[in-house]
């Protein structure tokens, strides 16, 4: 029986960098998810009869929602579900599922490195048919439904088994629980040397993957593991769990400390990564060295050719503005075009559609590639396996030798995290009105070459995003941008990031804080970021 339930809006359901993250209390409040997905149903038009993917990172609420979007979209009038069994589905493998299966769309349910718990983060975005996240025009669409959404459509169809794999017939329509590894690993498959990483792992290679009790843990057992050969125990932290085991499933260097640390100590394995809740970034460390993700970016895409899938070559790269300029240096040599989006993956989406970019990146710990659209966190780690296995050199000696070749861009992000977001707008508005008169003046020796609030015209669609981040460029190609994140459930995170880029390779030996330390006082200078956030210094620094 299908009902249609009265309900009353609420006004907070804009989607961010990443759709709609909140806290699961929130989440929890009557309709609140209903009210959600019905507005992502009415912002859509024709998918009466096709299929939607579903599936999630498995944090605490993932399996609630689930049912709510079978029953839903039974309502709705989808013709077909495909779920991730358990409800589990990585955000790279629910890409590829939308573009294997021609389906529809799909929903995923992911608060992606936010912790997870009964009082920790959710959320949902939805994703269209070429499997990445819906564009800012749809995005816009849904919020406007959800502000004046009245009810919303449901069927009753029990509870769905989502634990064991075949195709049910639930309310009239078919319910498909699939293996949520299958067709993913399939992917990897045609895309790396798959001989050559086995061999690798057989002569001795010593790898340590970090999944973080989050979504890639099944992945990377059954790819790394019973497919690649690599030693049992290579997988850490490999069963998904509702609240991450209590931790941030972020790789970064703060939250992945213990890979980090053992990657830097004697006896060290040969490579190191970690990937995030629901699978889409990556962390990887080399035996002695972090690569950064805008460093990891650059050397993915001058080495990429060395892999099956890419060695036709790359078409293009794509970066998120406030990613260093790294990658720019390694297009230019090999000729192709370079594009700057603003941050969020949904802007590489039309790049890759028309074939213009093959590789994109972000200083946020994602790298991905045309095979599917969502950044791929073993896809990366995958990538380097293949490089590191053809060029039989460590991920040390190959960072070495791309700086000496490109010079090397210092690179870090200091994060404000939980500041109250008054007081955050105010800092932002006030480098805002202060931009005009930046260019020209001097900070700590260092002289302003221009300063803007970068805005993208979409080359594809020539849609334009405005206020995306705030430039201080210096001359010399040194850099410091300005931006609030879009993925926090609570306050504002002020991040910023500061790039400095150095052609001496005598001078790349130096840490990374270090190289940057006048650019760091000068950001403080410019912005004045003790006063406006009451900190003295940043939670995170990656
Ligand atoms: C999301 C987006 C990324 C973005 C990141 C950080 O990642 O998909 O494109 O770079 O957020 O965004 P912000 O700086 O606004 O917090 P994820 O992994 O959280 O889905």
């Not at 959710?122 to 996240?133: D, L, M, S, T, V």
């Not at 990657?263 to 394995?269: K, L, Q, S």
């Not at 073993?378 to 000496?404: F, Y």
């Not at 804080?513 to 620094?541: F, M, N, Y």
Request: glycine share 12%; proline share 4%.
């Amino acid at each position: 029986m299908i009902r249609t339930v009265s309900t009353t809006p609420y006004g907070d359901q804009k989607p961010g960098t990443s759709g709609l993250r909140k806290k699961v209390p929130v989440f929890q409040q009557q309709n609140y998810a209903e009210n959600f997905i019905q507005s992502v149903f009415d912002a859509l038009e024709g998918f009466a009869g096709k299929t939607l993917v579903v599936g999630g990172d498995g944090r605490f609420y993932n399996r609630e929602v689930i049912q709510k979007v079978i029953a839903m979209a039974v309502a709705n009038g989808f013709g077909r579900v495909v779920v991730g069994q358990g409800g589990i589905l990585s955000t790279p493998a629910a890409s590829n599922l939308i573009r294997k299966r021609k389906a529809f769309g799909g929903l995923i349910l992911s608060a992606s490195h936010n912790p997870g718990g009964p009082h920790e983060d959710f959320g949902i975005k939805y994703n269209a048919e070429n499997g990445g996240p819906a564009p800012e025009k749809l995005t816009d669409a849904i919020y406007a439904r959800s502000k004046v959404i009245t009810s919303y459509k449901i069927a009753d169809v029990g509870q769905v088994d989502l634990d064991h794999t075949g195709t049910f017939e639930v309310g009239g329509i078919k319910v498909e629980i699939v293996d949520p590894v299958a067709d993913y690993a399939a992917l990897m498959e045609t895309l790396f040397d798959f001989d050559a990483l086995r061999a690798l792992f057989k002569s001795g290679f010593r790898m340590r993957f970090d999944a973080m009790h989050a979504v890639t843990g099944p992945y990377a057992k059954e790819i790394l593991e019973r497919r690649l050969g690599a030693a049992e125990g290579t997988a850490r932290n490999f069963v998904p769990l509702e609240d991450f085991g209590g931790h941030h499933p972020d790789p970064n260097l703060v939250h992945a400390k213990e890979l980090y640390d053992e990657m830097m100590g004697p006896n060290a394995p040969d490579f190191g990564a970690a990937s995030d809740g629901d699978g889409d970034r990556n962390l990887i460390i080399g035996r002695g060295i972090f690569v950064t993700p805008s460093d990891s970016l650059a050397m993915l895409a001058a080495n990429a050719h060395l892999a099956p899938g890419y060695k036709a070559g790359l078409k293009g790269i794509a970066r998120s503005m406030p990613t260093s300029g790294a990658a720019d240096r390694v297009a230019e040599k090999l000729g192709i075009g370079m594009y700057e989006t603003p941050t969020g993956w949904k802007f590489f989406g039309n790049l890759l559609d028309a074939g213009m970019a093959t590789i994109c990146g972000e200083e946020s710990a994602g790298t991905g590639s045309d095979h599917v659209r969502e950044k791929d966190g073993l896809w990366a780690v995958l990538l380097w396996l293949n490089i590191l296995a053809v060029r039989g050199e460590s991920a040390k000696e190959i960072a070495a030798k791309h700086w000496v070749t490109y010079g090397r861009n210092y690179y870090s992000r200091h994060d404000y995290e939980e500041v109250e977001t008054d007081r955050a707008n105010a800092l932002v508005d006030a480098l805002r009105a202060k931009l005009g008169s930046l260019p020209g003046t001097s900070v700590r020796g260092m002289k302003i070459a221009s300063a803007d609030d970068f805005a993208y015209n979409d080359p594809v669609d020539g849609s334009v995003s405005k206020n995306q981040g705030i430039r201080i460029l210096f001359e010399g190609g040194s850099r410091v941008v300005f931006r609030l994140s879009g993925t926090g459930t609570s306050g504002a995170t002020l991040r910023v990031y500061i790039e400095r880029y150095e052609p001496d390779p005598a001078r790349h030996g130096l840490d990374t804080q270090a190289a940057l330390a006048d650019l760091i006082k000068a950001a403080e200078d410019i912005a004045g970021i003790r006063s406006h956030t009451g900190r003295d210094k940043p939670s995170v620094i990656t």
